[in-house]
């Protein structure tokens, strides 16, 4: 049987505000909890846009390039030239800014080519579903850049471009 990807997406904040009794008479209920605009879904081999290969790594030199033909994964590199990237997320640990762009080489264009910047302790996570194009010979490559003292988690979820 094949290796089956299902991923469940969270983008949720919870935020709980204490109302000041002076400021707002009347009100018996003090603390409003905000979670309105949390988004999760779940997507697999089955859903449009489809998911078929994770990566997850551990970034700790001061410079790299992810290549999308050797892409480390639990069962080890694998080519995922001719797929898309769905999904991205990065946890950035390090004490300076990581960044993450297009390679100098064979580069891969994110988001109307403009480069990712992960601010020290902060976290990018973007599902972009079917918006990114699909990587080929010429256009497969990130690169990184921030801290050699410094590490970054990140997560790259590829799937088949649409039929």
């Given at each position: ?18 109302l ?32 078929s ?7 700790g ?61 902060g976290v ?14 010429t ?22 471009p649409?039929?």
């Amino acid at each position: 049987m094949a290796t089956t990807i299902k991923t469940t997406l969270s983008f949720i904040a919870s935020t709980i505000e204490t109302l000041d009794a002076a400021e707002t008479p009347g009100i018996t209920e003090r603390k409003l909890t905000h979670t309105a605009f949390n988004v999760s879904k779940t997507i697999d081999g089955n859903t449009t846009p489809a998911v078929s290969v994770i990566s997850e790594q551990t970034l700790g030199d001061a410079s790299g390039t992810i290549d999308f033909s050797a892409l480390p994964t639990t069962q080890g590199p694998e080519n995922v030239v001719g797929k898309r990237l769905k999904f991205i997320r990065i946890n950035n640990r390090g004490n300076v800014n990581f960044v993450l762009s297009a390679g100098a080489s064979n580069g891969y264009a994110l988001m109307g080519g403009v480069s990712i910047t992960v601010p020290p302790g902060g976290v990018h996570q973007q599902w972009v579903g079917d918006a990114l194009t699909t990587s080929d010979g010429t256009h497969k490559t990130l690169d990184y850049t921030f801290d050699a003292d410094d590490e970054a988690d990140m997560t790259l979820i590829f799937g088949p471009p649409p039929a």
